[in-house]
């Protein structure tokens, strides 16, 4: 528990302070806006033109000393600012999390039975809050669920500028994504998820449509979207404002992000980006290496086992927790890959044993 007498000072007060200044500017509509988004305009025309950004912060800063998880879609051109509007509201959210914790407003979760590390957030770090898919953000999460190295209140920055390829297992990732943002929402795990196309998170409260970029004022204007959760809704979310993101100045975290993104850029070019796929070739190298289930009959021409007895070593895995769920398909895959690498091993063994034996003959 932290200590709700230290005093924390900002991180990012220069930021903040400029947010303020944003926060009461005119929104820089042109009459190209105004045609383009003419149906925006005619439906709610006091919208079209309010600035809320500071209605923004404020209901982030509420989500959050709320405890409530604070889940944001951001879309937007490629190139036309969306990374940098999630490191920016990343940095405020940090600052915001730790005057909430410093406050007390987390005190009464043990009481509840809610127990997770509770400690004041580093600064915003690339390498710790920035990951490139969802698959990403679900393997994290289960490895640190694993390690009791969850953090309470933890954001992270998802940006997925591709759409899933499908595949074996694609559906069922997107099930245990669902399950897992549902768990996660007691940790009060927090998430800017990016996508130039569309946006993804149904259970955020907020999108932002990044649109217009100010390189005079230095500052990113994005159109808010409200998402509506009435059960007699007519559509999904609403046109509520803009929203005005200064361009922070703390460019180390922008050229560590550009990086890590180059070098994800480079595992989609080689194939080696889908997680989900290494998951199963890592689970069947484990098998093939188990003794038991590469057991051979009394001639070693064939396994002593069936598929059916092997896929039972597996889910019996699965059971103890030793690996993580697959749907029936994955696992067919993972028997099969697992027998041929075990039938590798096993002919190479053969092949060495023969080379010896005619040596020993020789000598």
Request: proline residues 2%; charged residues 30%.
């Amino acid at each position: 528990m932290v200590d709700t007498k230290v005093k924390y000072k900002r991180y990012y007060g220069d930021l903040f302070k400029r947010l303020r200044q944003v926060s009461k500017m005119k929104v820089p509509l042109t009459l190209n806006d105004r045609i383009k988004y003419r149906e925006i305009l005619e439906e709610t025309p006091q919208n079209f033109f309010k600035n809320s950004t500071k209605d923004f912060y404020m209901e982030m800063r509420r989500y959050i000393r709320e405890g409530k998880v604070w889940r944001i879609n951001c879309s937007g051109r490629v190139r036309h600012g969306k990374s940098e509007i999630a490191q920016t509201w990343t940095m405020f959210y940090i600052d915001e999390f730790n005057i909430g914790l410093i406050d007390g407003c987390y005190e009464d979760l043990a009481k509840q039975g809610i127990h997770y590390n509770q400690e004041i957030l580093k600064p915003l770090t690339p390498k710790e809050n920035i990951l490139f898919s969802q698959s990403n953000y679900l393997y994290d999460l289960r490895e640190k669920q694993k390690s009791d190295k969850i953090i309470f209140g933890f954001p992270r920055i998802v940006d997925e500028d591709m759409s899933s390829m499908g595949g074996v297992g694609s559906y069922s990732e997107k099930i245990e994504l669902e399950n897992v943002n549902n768990i996660t929402a007691q940790s009060l795990q927090s998430e800017f998820q990016l996508r130039p196309d569309r946006f993804v998170l149904m259970t955020a409260p907020f999108g932002l449509h990044q649109e217009k970029m100010d390189r005079v004022n230095k500052v990113n204007w994005s159109m808010l979207y409200e998402f509506n959760t009435e059960p007699m809704r007519t559509r999904d979310y609403q046109f509520v404002g803009w929203v005005g993101t200064p361009l922070h100045t703390y460019s180390e975290v922008r050229v560590k992000y550009n990086e890590m993104k180059k070098e994800n850029i480079q595992k989609v070019y080689e194939g080696t980006a889908d997680l989900r796929m290494l998951e199963r070739v890592k689970v069947a190298e484990m098998l093939s290496k188990d003794d038991y289930f590469s057991m051979r009959s009394a001639n070693g021409k064939v396994f002593k086992l069936s598929k059916g007895q092997q896929e039972a070593i597996l889910q019996s895995w699965i059971i103890e927790k030793k690996v993580q769920n697959f749907n029936s398909m994955e696992l067919m895959e993972i028997i099969e890959y697992a027998r041929m690498l075990s039938e590798k091993d096993f002919l190479k063994g053969q092949i060495q044993n023969g080379v010896r034996n005619e040596t020993e003959d020789i000598q």
